[in-house]
């Protein structure tokens, strides 16, 4: 039995009197619950989309270690700033913000795995076996707290990038390899998660890593390279036409005049010498001639480490490079989304440019509907990371009705 039932239309005077009140109480239409209430398919379908960068916690300074035991000291000394951070809460706080939005697509990066092993043997770079007692799993820990009590998300994929393992004197007592306790092994990942539920269907899962890579001088002379990537789903949600998701972290360590960069598809590597974001904007021309280059809309989530204008020399190199390939804004600038220069600190006031972004291509077919930023509030004293989220609804045309 229906329950609706039919209004009864209003004299002018008192729908003029109603309609002040609205406008005096603040009160609006959301333009996310109009378009999918009225099940207009010229409008389309309102998609939620997300981009959060997780942080690792530390700013890796082991990097620079000249000698094998500085390199053991500086292990420990980043995973104990890893400590300070507290991943559990501050994933617990990321997942919370997730969950206020409900987007349908998530992008994670940065979204990192430390494990660790008693005794240690310095890992298999130096001959020795891979850690695996986890000491923190941050897609783990994002998607226990979503899925508290009920299956809200779903992990769409995970790509491993960077991975190295070392001794780490993790309690800080003596000096150097010979007293580190422990082995330490990071993995650096991105994600995509998806909504259950919610109409969300993925196909044709794609994930690369960028073959310019920043890298690094080791112990002296030792070149590490760091593998930086994307993911890529082709996606329908709620009856939309298909569109291709694609999620992305592109190089940060890339603002120093002098940086060397591999060209890994080549055998053996080749080495060039670039700089001032040189690395980063080779690799988005890789995105968008690669998985973000369709016959069908595109939707570009993630932290690019860039912006017009850039914060530092050559930042805005890549994000020019992207805008140049047809991409549009589709995420908001205001209130800025990076970032805390302080793991365990900082302030409201270090959040002063934009590095994360949602982009779509073409425009005219994706549109903007609605965009905030989430995580710019502390929690027990701690930022959830030192980038917030960056949210945006889409709207996406809807496929033709189906005529019998």
Sequence with gaps: MSTFAPTRRLPFSRRLFVLGLVALAGLSLKPAESAEANGDGRKGVVV?????????????????????????????????????????????????????KKPDLVGLNEADAVLTQIPADNGPLLGGTSATTVRYEFIRLILDRLNKGKRRYRLVTVHDEFEFEVKANLDGVGFGCDDSETDVRLITRNAILKRVGAGVRTSRL?????????????????????????????????????????????????????NTMLDTGTDPPTQTVVGNGAVRAIQADELVEGPAKARIPVVLVG??????????????????????????????????????????????????????????????????????????????????????????????????????
């Design 48 to 100: 939620r989309t997300m981009t959060y960068n997780a942080a690792l916690g530390t700013g890796l300074s082991a990097r620079f270690a000249t000698t094998l035991d500085e390199l053991c000291e500086g292990a420990g000394q980043n995973i104990r700033e890893v400590d300070a951070t507290n991943p559990p809460l501050r994933m617990r706080a990321i997942a919370r913000n997730i969950l206020r």
């Design 206 to 258: 794609r994930q690369e890593s960028y073959r310019h890579q920043v890298a690094f001088e080791l112990l002296g002379g030792v070149q590490i390279a760091v593998p930086r990537g994307w993911e890529s789903v082709d996606a329908s949600v709620r009856g939309s036409k298909r569109f291709r998701f694609v999620h992305t972290h592109v190089e940060a360590f890339d603002n120093r005049e002098r």
């Design 303 to 404: 932290d690019l480490n860039s912006n017009v204008p850039g914060v530092k020399p050559g930042d805005e190199k890549a994000f020019q490079r992207i805008l140049a390939a047809g991409f549009k804004r589709r995420s908001t600038q205001e209130p800025p989304s990076c970032c805390i220069q302080d793991d365990t600190g900082g302030t409201l006031a270090d959040f002063d440019h934009v590095v994360d972004h949602i982009l779509a291509k073409p425009g005219r077919k994706i549109r903007l509907v609605s965009s905030s930023v989430v995580g710019r509030t502390k929690v027990n004293g701690l930022f959830p990371s030192d980038h917030a989220g960056v949210f945006s609804a889409l709207l996406v045309p809807r496929k033709p009705a189906r005529h019998r």
